[in-house]
Antibody
Framework: QVQLQESGPGLVKPSETLSVTCSVS????????WSWIRQPPGKGLEWIGF???????HYNPSLRSRVTIFIDKSKSQFSLNLLSVTAADTAVYFCAGYEVGVGGRGYWGQGALVTVSS | DIQLTQSPSTLSASVGDRVTITCRAS??????LAWFQQKSGEVPKLLIY???NLESGVPSRFSGSGSGTEFTLTISSLQPDDFATYYCQHYNSYSWWAFGQGTKVEI
C-alpha cells in the first residue's frame, strides 16, 4: 500500500523559511516526479515544483526564486524549502508522486496546513 | 509559462444533466492534460489522464476530449456525488506544470 505523509511545522513566522517533508512508503522513488502542490484556504490548486529521482528539479516560475525541492533516497523522502514567507504562503501543502510518462497518474498525501503568522 | 483557463468558473446544474467544462491553454500541451475532482476538505482525485484516459475506478459517465490548446471534461449524467470542484492540469517531464483555476459544479 502506497502512502505519502507530509510533516512539518504548522506555524511559520513571516520572513522565515517554510520546510515540509514528504515520507514515501510502498513504492520506489524511481520512476516518479515528486511534486509539491499547495492550496490557500478557499482557493485553487497551485503547482510549486517537482524533483526527479536523479535530483533534477523544475519550479513554478512565480516561486522559483524562493523554492528548493530535494530528494533523500536513503530516507525515501523529499522536501520543500520556501524562503522569506508571507501570509500569502498560508496554504495546505500537498506532496504527490506522478508516474513518469503517464501524465497525472500517481499518489497524493493528505496535505499539511501551514500557517504564516507572527 | 503555460496558462490554463477553465470555463465556466461556476456551473449550476441538476442531477441527470449533461455537463461540459472547458480548459484552454496558452500553448500546445502535446496532450499532457489531466482532470481532477476535489471535494471540500479532501485530496484531489484523478479522473482523466492524457486527455481522454479514464482512471481506474472512475465511473464511465466521465469523459475527456480535445487536443492542442482546447480540452473538455464531460459528465454525461450528473449524479449527486459529482457536485465538487474540477481542475485541469498540464503535466510534462521537462518543465513546469500548471493547474486551471477550477470549476465549481453546484446544485
Amino acid at each position: 500500500q502506497v502512502q505519502l505523509q507530509e510533516s512539518g511545522p504548522g506555524l511559520v513566522k513571516p520572513s522565515e523559511t517554510l520546510s515540509v517533508t514528504c515520507s514515501v512508503s510502498g513504492v520506489s522513488l524511481s520512476g516518479y516526479h515528486w511534486s509539491w502542490i499547495r492550496q490557500p484556504p478557499g482557493k485553487g490548486l497551485e503547482w510549486i515544483g517537482f524533483v526527479n529521482y536523479d535530483g533534477s528539479s523544475h519550479y513554478n516560475p512565480s516561486l522559483r526564486s524562493r523554492v528548493t525541492i530535494f530528494i533523500d533516497k536513503s530516507k525515501s523522502q523529499f522536501s520543500l524549502n520556501l524562503l522569506s514567507v508571507t501570509a500569502a504562503d498560508t496554504a495546505v501543502y500537498f506532496c504527490a508522486g506522478y508516474e513518469v510518462g503517464v501524465g497525472g497518474r500517481g499518489y497524493w498525501g493528505q496535505g499539511a496546513l501551514v500557517t504564516v503568522s507572527s | 509559462d503555460i496558462q490554463l483557463t477553465q470555463s465556466p468558473s461556476t456551473l449550476s446544474a441538476s442531477v441527470g444533466d449533461r455537463v461540459t467544462i472547458t480548459c484552454r491553454a496558452s500553448q500546445d500541451l502535446n496532450n499532457w492534460l489531466a482532470w481532477f475532482q476535489q471535494k471540500s476538505g479532501e485530496v484531489p482525485k484523478l479522473l482523466i489522464y492524457k486527455v481522454s484516459n479514464l482512471e481506474s475506478g472512475v465511473p464511465s459517465r466521465f469523459s475527456g476530449s480535445g487536443s492542442g490548446t482546447e480540452f473538455t471534461l464531460t459528465i454525461s449524467s450528473l449524479q449527486p456525488d459529482d457536485f465538487a470542484t474540477y481542475y485541469c492540469q498540464h503535466y510534462n517531464s521537462y518543465s513546469w506544470w500548471a493547474f486551471g483555476q477550477g470549476t465549481k459544479v453546484e446544485i
